[in-house]
């Protein structure tokens, strides 16, 4: 698994943007899907996750009714669709996959990618 996180950029507050995470490797299919957020200053922090079929997301309580995690496994891709954007969005965004179930918790990850960086302006 080699996961490469796109999409980030400059948006203003209430805009959208879609992050993407691409697997250049060939069992993303069998893995469970992260992303997390570290803002300047703080921790990384847990925002979605999303199981190997799509069939079980959870969001944090931040991003919940704004956020959706989703996956297109035949393009070895997952997503973060972003809407209503807050500053507090403003983070390095990551991606990260897991083999087994979907996990809160960073330290289950194994694969990160790179980190994108969104930025919410007021």
């Known amino acids: 698994v080699q996961l490469q996180a796109s999409g980030g950029g400059l948006m203003q507050a209430g805009g959208s943007l879609r992050l993407s995470c691409a697997d250049s490797?060939?069992?993303?299919?069998?893995?469970?899907m992260g992303w997390f957020r570290q803002a300047p200053g703080k921790e990384r922090e847990f925002v979605a996750t999303?199981?190997?079929?799509?069939?079980?997301?959870y969001y944090t309580n931040s991003v919940k009714g704004r956020f959706a995690i989703s996956r297109d496994n035949a393009k070895n891709t997952g997503y973060l669709r972003m809407n209503s954007l807050k500053p507090e969005d403003t983070a390095v965004y990551y991606c990260?996959?897991?083999?087994?179930?979907?996990?809160?918790?960073?330290?289950?990850?194994?694969?990160w990618g790179q980190g994108t960086l969104v930025t919410v302006s007021s």
């Open positions: 990260a996959a897991r083999r087994g179930t979907t996990s809160l918790n960073a330290h289950d990850y194994f694969y």
């Open positions: 490797g060939r069992t993303f299919s069998s893995y469970a």
């Open positions: 999303i199981n190997w079929n799509g069939a079980v997301t």
